[in-house]
């Protein structure tokens, strides 16, 4: 098991950011927090129990997002979520993020975001050795006309990136509103995945795969659902970014023992096993293949073949095979 290497294709670097980095982002711009030390400040940055749904799920990131103040705080971040995945022994990471979301609070330009982003990322590659790949994300919570600014903030470093994917409130803004966003996504070579079947049903994965192209699916869990689209997937070899913790915190399952992934294996699926918002949900990667994963009633050759399927369908190669 130790030979294969250490894989994450689904996290999210805003969804990742250290208390210690919020405390001190806080303090170097005046932004009163509701805590003053890590411990006084963790319940506020990170779930504590289970939010009632993806929504308020989403919630949990206003203070950790609040402190992005300038182009530097999202450099400083980019930086730290590689240096994170070094410290965590990951050969490979897809790092992702959404520039209109971290713009949002203080009302920053969205491509001097992406740049920063870009900028803390090459850096970290630089600094500590890890293979990262960037995926833009499209937050379809704040409607059409903002993903076409989004997308538009996205491409100013579209060579700097692996994939573009589409995030946020599945039920309310469906897959079908981002048909044009993702015709020019598929355009520019760019690679795509979506978030889907993670708080609607399956025919959101039917849709992100017919309607958007999406080559992977975030979560896919709901596939569970629907006996035809397993055979799809399986047939089409669309891979699933599970995220167990995620799952539980979002309320998308009601506990680790009723989550579907072991099913979606041994039905011979492409579903792997990642973290998701490390930061927000306080776990990292060994937490979800040591303590979620058994708890998922995974047993160790489950665990392997999910981090197989990793390497399987890793958007970059570089040497991972
Ligand atoms: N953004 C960050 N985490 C997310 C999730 N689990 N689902 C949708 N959008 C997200
Ligand atoms: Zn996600």
């Known amino acids: ?61 206003r203070w950790s997002i609040g402190v992005l103040a300038d182009a530097e705080a999202c450099r400083r971040i980019a930086f730290e979520n590689v240096e994170d995945a070094k410290n965590e022994g990951l050969d490979y990471v897809e790092l992702r993020f959404s520039p209109w979301f971290m713009a949002e609070a203080h ?104 309607l958007l192209g999406a080559e992977r699916i975030g979560h896919g869990i709901r596939a569970i659902e629907d006996p035809v689209l397993m055979d799809f997937l399986r047939e089409r070899r669309i891979g699933l970014e599970c995220c167990l913790t995620s799952n539980i915190q979002t309320s998308s399952v009601p506990d680790y023992a009723s989550h579907p992934l072991r099913s979606l294996l041994e039905a011979g699926l492409l579903a792997t096993i990642n973290t998701d918002d490390p930061g927000i949900s306080g776990i990292d990667l060994d937490y979800e293949f040591r303590t979620a994963a058994p708890a998922a009633g995974l047993i160790g050759a489950q665990i392997e073949l999910a981090r197989r399927n990793a390497v399987e369908i890793a958007f970059e190669s570089w040497n991972l095979k």
């Open 1 to 61: 098991m130790e030979s294969l290497p250490k894989i994450d294709l689904h996290r999210h670097l805003d969804g990742n950011i250290r208390t210690a980095t919020i405390l001190d982002l806080g303090r170097q711009h005046g932004i009163e927090l509701p805590g003053t030390d890590l411990e006084s400040l963790r319940p506020y940055v990170s779930i504590t129990e289970p939010a009632p749904g993806l929504v308020a799920f989403l919630e949990k990131f």
């Open 107 to 210: 009302g920053l330009n969205p491509q001097a975001v992406v740049e920063a982003v870009v900028a803390g990322i090459d850096e970290g590659r630089a600094a500590f050795g890890v293979k990262v790949a960037l995926i833009g994300i499209l937050s379809r919570t704040y409607g059409e006309d903002v993903a076409w600014k989004e997308l538009e903030a996205l491409f100013t470093c579209r060579s700097r990136l692996t994939a573009v994917d589409l995030a946020g409130d599945e039920v309310n803004f469906p897959a079908g509103l981002f048909k044009k966003h993702f015709a020019r996504v598929r355009d520019a070579g760019l690679h795509v995945t979506v978030h889907a079947g993670e708080a609607a049903g399956a025919e959101s994965i039917w849709d992100a795969i017919r």
